[in-house]
């Protein structure tokens, strides 16, 4: 039998009620998931369907016997037998009511912690998951898929499951009820409702393929929408005039959508018209025959009203019985979804040992080639190099050349190398992840600027001591922003951004500054910047630069600079060219070579020659010990 981890992607968007129907092997995980949430409210919520589901044909019983005692007793002049039968009916309706209310909390109550439940798993699932899966388009869609519909689908198939148990116990009683009478009438309304199960079903699954295949336009219409409402792009929108033209994209897919959906609801329309006119001329019928019955004196009246909305609960029941196991099925391929994101590869484990350590000594890449997936060619090939502590390594190299790549294999954020990377002599896939990543400090390019408070920007770096004020501002205080925080409105407390309430935005330069906050945030072993410098003028470069040659001594340092000025202070430097290193030492043994870094120097330091006295001599008095040295 197929399990429900088994991938069947093109089996699911293929039409096949065999196929649909298998989406029914996850109801454990489904009621699993329930009974985690709050098993005393989903217990109550499943006891109370259950009463209301065998309440309505009670009714029915009360009914009808009230109307014979009503009848009977006009000819024996007895009230009493009415007066009860009455007072039944009045202790029935207020019954429903306190059912309805009952319900109505337990599910405002279980759908909440429910739809929470549901979204912390995708969020806990996301930070899971490896950055190789993350950057998968394919695993986009699916958490598109997963994410768009959490906070109402599970809670509606809970739902439906709940509306085809209490309906069944209601068409079940109703149908007793005319079984008593003529049993086959039973048939005769039941044929009808299942013979529209198949073309509902295949309409269900055509609605399904359409929303399946939208996952990546609604996620290009979200991304042109966040551009638009985004204060980060919205002067080169402004700038560009590119807003009319965002605009018509995003209207152009709504307009696909719009046209999908209305062929689609035109479709189930017609359907249901055609179904209900062929079921309604049944259903006449069948109450002819009640009425017909009662005028020959073969059913008293009371029989004949109970019959007829027996006949009327019955066909409408059997209906909302089989719709409802139609959209089940629809929003089973829902779940389907859910638990396909759920399932996709973790980040694995430590690997071997998992040993934990207490500090870094050395980092060795050996002979280390790494591909990115779906790609042919190596972004790394053969790279090798060894770092001590109190050592600093500047990688240089073109856009494209490998430098962040060998970010990403430290960082364990790629673990599929070849070759091996050692950590004081041993495999870094013998570490434990989570010890080796606390004793990182890290800047990225692509930093992240959180819009929250600068206590949370800068106290992120070591979290769990967010809230020691003396910390933050030693982290403050080490990349050069002391004086920015002081001027801020709550200092440490002031939110950073537009996106809220009383926020203050930052220069790129200020948030590039707060990103190396939080890095050196943290005491680590191993700090790296990744182009730390690419917001910043020569002067904060400068001084951020000798910051972190306070910070790392005794430490390990790695940074990556399109800037060849500050890779002199390094004590060594690896030149990748096409993911290979082509050149490797000292700044001067690198420029005695003559090579191309020397070249690369060279250029970038007549740039700065070449300019107006007036304007250069800052700039030349960063670059002037520069100069003289590629002069020897």
Not at 207 to 227: C, G, I, M, P
Not at 340 to 369: A, Y
Not at 605 to 617: G, I, K, L, N, W
Request: hydrophobic content about 40%; overall charge neutral.
């Amino acid at each position: 039998m197929l399990s429900p981890d088994t991938s069947m992607k093109d089996d699911y968007v293929s039409f096949s009620s065999k196929n649909i129907f298998r989406t029914f092997l996850f109801w454990p995980r489904i009621f699993k998931l329930l009974w985690e949430t709050h098993a005393p409210y989903l217990m109550g919520i499943l006891f109370v369907s259950l009463l209301k589901g065998v309440l309505p044909a009670v009714v029915l019983i009360a009914t009808r016997e009230l109307i014979n005692h009503v009848v009977g007793g006009v000819s024996k002049g007895d009230f009493r037998p009415v007066l009860l039968a009455f007072g039944f009916l009045i202790v029935l309706n207020v019954l429903s009511d306190l059912f309805n209310i009952v319900d109505g909390y337990f599910r405002k109550m279980f759908q909440s912690l429910l739809s929470n439940r549901v979204n912390l798993k995708i969020i806990e699932k996301a930070h899971q998951m490896t950055l190789q899966s993350f950057e998968d388009a394919d695993v986009q869609n699916k958490l598109q898929r997963a994410q768009a519909e959490a906070n109402y689908r599970p809670f509606e198939i809970f739902v439906q499951i709940l509306a085809i148990i209490s309906s069944v116990v209601t068409l079940f009683s109703a149908c007793a009820i005319l079984v008593a009478w003529k049993w086959w009438v039973i048939f005769v309304i039941f044929l009808i409702p299942c013979l529209s199960f198949y073309s509902f079903l295949r309409i269900g699954q055509r609605e399904f393929n359409t929303y399946y295949r939208r996952a990546a336009k609604q996620r290009e219409s979200w991304y042109l929408s966040f551009l638009v409402t985004r204060d980060n792009s919205f002067k080169e929108i402004k700038i560009f005039q590119l807003g009319h033209y965002l605009r018509g994209r995003y209207m152009a897919i709504l307009k696909e959508f719009f046209k999908e959906d209305k062929f689609l609801a035109a479709r189930r329309s017609y359907t249901s018209l055609v179904f209900q006119i062929i079921n309604q001329g049944a259903c006449g019928f069948v109450v002819f025959l009640a009425v017909y019955s009662a005028y020959m004196g073969q059913i008293l009246l009371g029989n004949l009203i109970s019959f007829i909305q027996a006949i009327t609960l019955t066909q409408s029941t059997s209906q909302s019985v089989v719709q409802g196991i139609l959209s089940l099925c629809q929003n089973n391929l829902y779940v389907k979804q859910l638990f396909d994101f759920l399932d996709l590869p973790e980040e694995e484990e430590v690997q071997g040992s998992g040993q934990k350590i207490s500090g870094i000594q050395s980092l060795e890449f050996r002979n280390v080639s790494f591909k990115y997936p779906n790609t042919e060619r190596n972004a790394l090939s053969n790279v090798s190099f060894t770092l001590n502590k109190n050592e600093k390594l500047a990688i240089v190299g073109k856009n494209g050349s490998g430098k962040s790549t060998i970010v990403k294999l430290i960082t364990l954020l790629y673990s599929d190398f070849e070759g091996d990377i050692l950590i004081n002599g041993k495999s870094i896939r013998d570490l434990n992840k989570e010890s080796f990543r606390e004793k990182m400090g890290v800047v990225f390019q692509d930093f992240v600027q959180y819009e929250m408070t600068v206590r949370d920007n800068v106290g992120f770096g070591d979290v769990k001591d967010k809230e020691n004020d003396q910390l933050v501002w030693n982290a403050v205080e080490q990349s050069g922003i002391t004086e920015l925080v002081q001027r801020l409105p709550n200092k440490l407390n002031t939110v950073l951004g537009k996106w809220f309430e009383d926020g203050q935005q930052l220069s790129g330069g200020q948030w590039q500054r707060v990103a190396i906050a939080r890095a050196f945030m943290r005491n680590a072993d191993i700090y790296i910047l990744d182009e730390p410098s690419s917001y910043l003028d020569p002067h904060s470069e400068r001084e951020v630069f000798g910051k972190f040659e306070q910070l790392t001594c005794d430490k390990i340092g790695v940074f990556i600079s399109h800037r060849l000025s500050t890779a002199r202070t390094a004590d060594k430097i690896i030149l990748l060219e096409n993911g290979r290193i082509i050149e490797e030492g000292t700044h001067e043994s690198l420029m005695r070579l003559n090579g191309t870094y020397s070249e690369m120097f060279e250029i970038q330091a007549s740039s700065y020659r070449s300019t107006d006295d007036s304007e250069s001599t800052e700039k030349n008095a960063y670059w002037s010990p520069l100069v003289s040295t590629s002069a020897e």
